[in-house]
């Protein structure tokens, strides 16, 4: 198929679009957003996540029914069995806990992957109508704006994100004891919410880097090809060989990334020797 990104980013776009109106038409309206818990009381899952899913799906299915779904909510079970090539990672609503507190800063987050590589994502914000896209190898774009990531070469001068999975582990403590530490060394270190919408602020030269433990691949899916293609670099934290399926990620400008990793490395190391 000639143009085959481009195909599947427009899909991307036309299901995000759609599923950030639906998101808009609950936003504020706590009432009719009924919530739901999930893995513990502070997963939740609002009418907005299932019904912007839905969406998405439907979007998906009718251009490209003989791809793979993987999404948040489950809604897209029923073809994980097929042997497509390509995968739709979806989350529908990235950021949830905000949402639910009328915190503006969530997403809708679609990667499409080929061969378990992302080649097409899309991030879209839709209270402040920013939409994130990348393709493989054609760059990254902010409301068809190319964008890069930062300049920034050194990690005191840096402006850091990461994020805490809901469930609680050894990494998740070794990364609130890196953010405390971090805090105080660097220009700050922000928990902002929503891992999808986090990758763009790297991709966009916001925030320097990013890492989190404990993801899933909707959530970085689309966000790692968007840092990538703004020449940003993905890795494992760790040092591992990366796998976007094994939810450890370190996004970063290359100026920083070798510092930022070694301060990863030598508290996880610390951390094992108490
Ligand atoms: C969560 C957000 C959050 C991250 C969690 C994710 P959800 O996704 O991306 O920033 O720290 O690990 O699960 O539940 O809002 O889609
Ligand atoms: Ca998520
Ligand atoms: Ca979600």
Not at 141 to 163: C, D, P, Q, W, Y
Request: aromatic share 8%.
């Amino acid at each position: 198929m000639t143009n085959e990104p481009n195909k599947l980013l427009d899909v991307a776009t036309k299901a995000a679009i759609r599923a950030g109106r639906v998101i808009k038409q609950y936003w504020g309206d706590l009432e009719s957003s009924e919530v739901e818990q999930k893995s513990s009381w502070r997963d939740l899952v609002t009418i907005a996540d299932k019904k912007a899913e839905e969406l998405v799906i439907k979007t998906i299915k009718h251009r490209f029914p003989e791809h793979i779904i993987i999404s948040e909510e489950g809604g897209g079970k029923s073809t994980e069995d097929n042997d497509s090539e390509y995968k739709w990672a979806i989350d529908p609503l990235d950021g949830t806990t905000n949402f639910r507190h009328s915190y503006p800063f969530f997403c809708t987050s679609i990667g499409v992957l080929k061969n378990n590589q992302p080649v097409a994502g899309v991030v879209y914000d839709p209270i402040h109508d920013e939409l994130f896209t990348a393709t493989q190898g054609q760059g990254a774009f902010l409301n068809g704006r190319r964008i890069h990531v930062s300049t920034v070469n050194a990690l005191k001068e840096s402006l850091l994100v990461t994020g805490f999975a809901y469930s609680v582990n050894d990494l998740q403590q070794q990364s609130m004891e890196l953010f405390k530490k971090l805090s105080f060394h660097t220009h700050g270190v922000r928990r902002d919410g929503a891992a999808a919408l986090d990758l763009c602020f790297v991709a966009a030269g916001r925030l320097e880097a990013f890492w989190e433990y404990g993801l899933n691949i909707w959530d970085v899916a689309a966000g790692a090809l968007i840092v990538q293609e703004a020449g940003g670099k993905i890795a494992n934290p760790l040092g591992k060989p990366l796998d976007l399926f094994n939810g450890q990620i370190l996004a970063s400008n290359e100026l920083i990334f070798s510092e930022l990793q070694s301060e990863i490395q030598n508290s996880v190391a610390s951390l094992t020797k108490n």
